[in-house]
């Protein structure tokens, strides 16, 4: 295959029209073919060669080579499942499934097709994530961690607070804060603890969880009812790390790492860049053919496996 990747999009939401297809415009290795949408015009505002409003017929399509999902959580599984076997490479938004066992079905899908499938988490391509994990990847135990992604004002409408279309907040912004959590943990961690405060709907509004492992310990919250913070602090013997807000979506603005090692204070910085690109150029990179880093699938089946596991804690509790 030759460059540019023809991408084709399920969906024309918020995530999809100011993160996403921008970027595929500016890419030098992709370009935006088609966009499916129930709402025709919406799906033209993103500016594909063509705009459809089956997401079946992106899925089969003989112009697209890569299709990048941003439906809703419960639509995730059915069409990941259509693209994959039509043979298309796919992008899809976090979480990757609703549940581990959803991920498994995708990840075994994947496998028959030989055929690529990443999780969109975009903010694992920033250069300070990336740093982060390369500093946490030789930092000795025990480690003490905290994240947290939370903020309020979820509209009354919106799916988020859906309980039939994976609304709540442990499978929204939770992903994050669980996701950086096995990052310094290790991704054997397992949940000891965990709570919900159910908000109207049935969902989660609010989820805390503690995680374990041979490293140390986390704690985990995500809410759509506190005000709005993102954080990732590490602290061991021998150094502390933070991801100041916004820790998980920093976007085209500058941000810093806060390092503390064998007592000495440094600030590391990183320039202003946009993340959605940078996972984009990765992955058509991939389906090109080449090596660029992508975020592995067992990563994605790991968060979901946590996230599984706080979920029926907190139920249980």
């Not at 089956?54 to 089969?60: F, G, Q």
């Not at 112009?63 to 990941?80: E, G, Q, R, T």
């Not at 990757?96 to 028959?112: D, F, G």
């Not at 903020?151 to 929204?172: C, H, I, K, Q, T």
Request: proline share 4%; charged share 20%.
């Amino acid at each position: 295959m030759t460059a540019p990747v023809r991408w084709g999009f399920l969906g024309a939401g918020f995530v999809a029209s100011r993160g996403v297809a921008p970027v595929v415009h500016q890419a030098t290795n992709a370009v935006l073919q088609v966009v499916a949408a129930r709402d025709l015009d919406r799906a033209r505002t993103l500016g594909p060669v063509r705009a459809v409003s089956s997401y079946a017929e992106v899925c089969t399509a003989d112009d697209v080579d890569a299709v990048y999902l941003s439906l809703p959580n419960d639509a995730h599984l059915p069409w990941v499942l259509a693209a994959l076997e039509a043979g298309k490479r796919v992008l899809c938004e976090k979480p990757l499934a609703l549940t581990s066992a959803e991920v498994a079905e995708m990840s075994a899908a994947a496998a028959r097709s030989g055929t690529l499938l990443v999780e969109a988490a975009w903010n694992r391509w920033h250069p300070r994530t990336r740093r982060a994990e390369e500093l946490l990847s030789d930092v000795a135990a025990p480690l003490d961690v905290r994240t947290w992604f939370t903020f309020s004002g979820v509209p009354d409408d919106n799916y988020r607070l859906d309980p039939s279309r994976g609304g709540g907040a442990l499978l929204d912004v939770g992903s994050y804060a669980t996701a950086a959590a096995l990052v310094a943990l290790g991704e054997d961690a397992t949940v000891t603890s965990a709570q919900h405060h159910l908000g109207a709907t049935g969902v989660d509004i609010t989820t805390t969880a503690t995680l374990t492992s041979a490293r140390g310990v986390a704690t985990v919250t995500g809410s759509f009812e506190r005000d709005e913070s993102q954080g990732w602090v590490v602290r061991s013997s021998g150094i502390e790390l933070e991801l100041p807000h916004p820790a998980f979506t920093s976007w085209r603005e500058p941000s810093t790492l806060l390092v503390v090692e064998d007592g000495v204070e440094r600030t590391e910085s990183f320039e202003a860049c946009d993340a959605y690109r940078l996972m984009i150029e990765s992955v058509s990179d991939r389906v090109l053919g080449g090596e660029s880093w992508v975020l592995p699938l067992s990563t994605s089946v790991a968060v979901a496996r946590a996230l599984d596991g706080i979920g029926a804690l907190a139920r249980a509790s």
